[in-house]
């Protein structure tokens, strides 16, 4: 099923200029607001920024049984035979495990913690589904870097989702610095939609999770937008997190350290939102990248 009208036109013949975004950033109401844990403050920040930054917002003591799964999975020869399992390019070291949170039930409890959710409702201003999940490893000296761009781009084109009202949290795993190839974010770029140049191709996603062509926004449009705003690279030790609208263009360096770098990210979608048909046209990505089964809201668990 599918909108009767493309409210975000992209993966063009030819070049369509950036427009103002037609969704709010933060959808809940005047009730929800107040209700919330996150302050007036800190929702006009997000609003104005397109994402929040926590250092500790998890005792680091509390992530190293995180920290040993993700090390178990680095030595674990079938999953990096999954589909769901992104090697990169030419090597053998994994840059991404996607599903993350069907493979474990620690990570499947993380999603639903109760701060973290209560947080993701009060922005988005309903109950929520997970749409996807995924650790992103950046190795000491092999770990390659992400190209700019806006994952609801993406999501809107390759698989259906009508609205801009969905954000990714990133947990930090291993300690994000300066020379590990953080996490950049372009502050108040979620306030434009940048429609991409360029067709895409039937299972598209095998090559761009390896490195992105298509839906990658043009250099023009990114100066711009980098000029008017700076870039900021939210840094911290294991257990700090980074939530960012699902608009907001990110990316990220190689990692030229000695030092890995591994983020979990979970991306959250109101249950307003639920997909459509694929915009571009094609068959829906697999439901590894795109939950299509299973859009029931998420309830709370408390391990504490």
């Known amino acids: 099923m599918r909108d009767t009208q493309d409210l975000f036109p992209t993966r063009l013949e030819r070049k369509l200029g950036m427009f103002e975004r037609i969704d709010p950033v933060v959808h809940s109401d005047e009730k929800q607001r107040a209700n919330g844990p996150l302050s007036t403050e800190e929702l006009d920040e997000f609003d104005r920024k397109g994402f929040l930054s926590f250092e500790n917002f998890f005792n680091e003591d509390d992530m190293q049984a995180f920290i040993q799964e993700l090390r178990d999975y680095e030595d674990d020869e079938d999953l990096k035979l999954s589909e769901g399992t992104i090697l990169e390019p030419g090597k053998e070291e994994i840059r991404s495990i996607f599903g993350i949170h069907d493979l474990s039930e620690r990570f499947s409890r993380l999603t ?10 009060q922005i988005l201003g309903s109950d929520v589904y997970i749409h996807q999940s995924r650790i992103n490893y950046k190795p000491g000296f092999k770990g390659k870097g992400f ?12 698989d259906g989702m009508p609205r801009m009202r969905s954000l990714s949290c990133s947990i930090i795993l291993t300690d994000n610095g300066e020379f590990n190839g953080p996490l950049m974010l372009i502050p108040g770029s979620h306030k434009y939609f940048i429609p991409c140049v ?18 990658v926004p043009d250099a ?30 990110h ?5 030229m350290s000695c030092w890995p770098r591994s983020n979990l990210f979970f991306v959250y979608n109101s249950v307003e939102n639920t997909l459509h048909d694929p915009y571009c ?5 697999p439901e590894f990248l795109a939950t299509r089964k299973n859009w029931d809201p998420l309830k709370p668990v408390d391990d504490k």
Request: proline share 5%.
């Open 281 to 285: 046209g094609n068959k829906p990505r």
């Open 112 to 121: 639903r913690d109760p701060r973290l959710l209560a947080m993701v409702q």
């Open 251 to 255: 990316g990220s360096n190689t990692n």
């Open 198 to 215: 360029g067709r895409t191709p039937e299972n598209n996603y095998k090559a761009s999770l390896k490195s992105q062509e298509i839906g």
């Open 147 to 158: 190209d700019w761009h806006s994952d609801f781009e993406t999501w809107h084109s390759e």
């Open 220 to 249: 023009a449009s990114l100066k711009q937008l980098m000029m008017e705003n700076s870039i900021e690279a939210p840094k911290g030790a294991s257990g700090s997190l980074v939530m960012f609208e699902c608009n907001t263009l």
